[in-house]
């Protein structure tokens, strides 16, 4: 009788096998395999619905959060921009293979590196489906095979993506295998994979804090930590008020409910009365509520039409994930910088400023993967920034930093060519 660990097991030795198939394969057939998922998105766009519906109808059933939900939801539109985005994938150099460092010792032996695939990366995530096409894309494309594990609350919609993508990249001749789904929704299953040290090279966890925290303390491989938001902009003194308007209220407005959204807007004492009431008149309109600390209720108290309420300590560091923001006024750079190295979770953090000493001192001395002067954190995205998506957005300092994309699915090893030299 087969057990759902065997299973684990013969998925893992299957993607292991396949990885080292994918590893020799040309950029020509990896990018016909990225292709033929794109033109499936479109084709098989209501098989993918039809699932997805299952799922989005189960959760609102189960009472999942609006965000949740919102991350589950899969749509035309949303299924449209995941076929851009592997074409957009497509088009990015293939770093397999890339020689670089190159150099000619004194002894005649020239060394450099070259880039190789990292193996097999195993994916554990929640409510998101279209995760299931960006870290397979990034993969096929970087030579590494791929384990995904999916949440229970997607697992229709998964299974079709996953299906999808399989049934694509063997029609361009790369092995089904490299690409596992793990249909089973059990949590056993999450433990065995935490201890396949042999099988899974890299392991990326995608969801909320709790899984991200148990997989970084129990797996036995490297493990890619972020996805946690709490993101910060500061509206300096020296701000162009009508950019800030704008800035903080795409941060906070356009997508709620992703890491890269603002949750804490810190503003400078010298602009807060002009510029408060502009930016909560704007949040008002789409329905934001904000959690103002004394000096900051006390500016835009006697306005009508605001969701105010008193802040609490719980309210700094937290990633709201809604329509919800906290408001501070503070009298200094430094009193920013103090409450952004205090709070933030090292993930997004903006200044807006006209003052260029400010700014380059934002950018020197706050510690987090991305930071932005006069722009807004919601471009913290690998598609945004260049990398046609991204397998996950790390807050670690180790290996990757920020949106991974294709380089940062690679390894490299030393290679050194020589005419007879030996060592004395």
Known sequence: MTTITDEMETKARAAKAASRQLAKLSTQVKNQALLNISEALKARQEEVLEANDR??????????????LDRLLL???????????VGSVVSLPDPVGEVFDMRTLPNGLQAGKRRVPLGVIGAIYESRPNVTIDIATLCLKSGNAVI???????????????????????EAGVPREAVQFIENTDHKLVSQMLAMKGAIDLLIPRGGADLIRRVAEEAAMPVVTGGIGVCHTYVDK?????????????AKVQHPTVCNALDTILVHSKIAPAYLPRIA?????????????????????????LRLKPSTEDDWGKEFLSLVAAVRVVDSLEEALEHIETYGSGHS??????????????????DAAALFVNASTRFTDGAQLGLGAEVAISTSKMHARGPMGL??????????LGTGQIRT
């Open 55 to 68: 799922d989005y109808s189960q959760g609102e059933r189960e009472d999942l959060s609006e965000a949740l």
């Open 281 to 305: 008149r704007e949040w008002a309109k789409a329905g934001v509520e904000m959690h103002c600390d004394r000096r900051a209720l006390s500016i835009l108290g006697p306005l009508e039409g």
């Open 407 to 416: 380089r940062e699915l690679t390894s490299y090893k030393w290679i050194v």
């Open 75 to 85: 749509n035309p539109k949303r299924l449209e921009e995941m076929a851009k985005d």
């Open 148 to 170: 995904l594990r999916g949440g229970r609350e997607a697992v229709h919609s998964n299974t079709a993506l996953a299906n999808l993508v399989r049934d694509s990249i063997a």
């Open 349 to 366: 953090e903006a200044i807006i400023t006209e003052d260029y000493s400010a700014a380059m001192r934002f950018l020197d001395e706050v």
């Open 238 to 250: 020296a701000a162009d008020p009508d950019k800030a308007v704008a800035i903080a209220y795409n």
